[in-house]
Each structure stands twice: as C-alpha cells, then as structure tokens.
C-alpha cells in the first residue's frame, strides 16, 4: 500500500494505490470481480476460462448469467467473507441438450423452484434452470 499528497494548485490530492501479489485464479475460486453494468465489485466464482479471461458468476446477479471478466479485474477474495457471502456452489447436473452430467456450478433457486446451473465447458450456454 503506498499513499501520495500532492499540493499542487492550492488543493490537496491524495490517493491510494493498492499493489496485490500475484495470484493464481482457477474454476471454483472465490472472488471479488468487477461487474461492467455499474463498474463496482462484487463477491462472485470463477467458472471457467474465456477469451478474455475467466468467465464469474456473480452473487445477487445470478439472473444476468455469466459475464467473460479480464484477469486485471478479479481480485483474490479476502480469507473471511470466503465461503460466506458466494451462492454458487460446485455441482454435477445433466445438461440438457444431450442427457449428459457435466461439472458445474448450482447457483439460487430460480423462479421455477430449480436452481440455476452453470456448466464448466459450457460457459457460452445460457445458464441452464434445473428441477
């Protein structure tokens, strides 16, 4: 952590700048994340890997599906709120379009009485409402 005044032009400025150890970010990880509708941080779980950088689900955002988030904007979750505040938990569930069981991630009840399915592999699918 390194703090900055500068005086310049009658006004103080200060700032923060945060420095973070590198970290390594799997499937499964919890995170904080930024979510591009509002540019704010959330609690969230890394799902799967993407173009960009890693596709998260988002605690409270379950409804919006997946967002494909860049490395530079996941941060490593802090060691208390790990397992406290993320919904998504890992899971098996058959995907249907073929019938098959895939790993994946079982987010909230949804609207139906099911719960929302991520599938690691599928991260394009639409998040898939079981029951």
């Known amino acids: 952590r390194e703090e900055n005044t500068d005086g310049g032009g009658g006004e103080d400025v200060s700032f923060v700048v945060n420095v973070h150890e590198p970290f390594e970010i799997y499937p499964g990880m919890e995170c904080r994340a930024m979510y591009y509708r509002d540019e704010s941080f959330y609690h969230a779980v890394v799902v799967g890997p993407s173009r960009r950088g890693w596709f998260i689900a988002f605690a409270g955002f379950e409804e919006e599906g997946l967002q494909d988030t860049k490395v530079s904007d996941i941060l490593k979750a802090s060691p208390r709120l790990v397992g406290t505040a993320c919904i998504w938990a890992p899971c098996e569930a058959c995907f249907y379009s073929d019938g098959m069981t895939y790993p994946g991630y079982r987010g909230p009840l949804s609207a139906s009485g ?15 409402d079981t029951d």
């Open 114 to 128: 099911g719960h929302l399915v991520a599938f690691v592999g599928f991260e394009q699918e639409p998040l898939q």
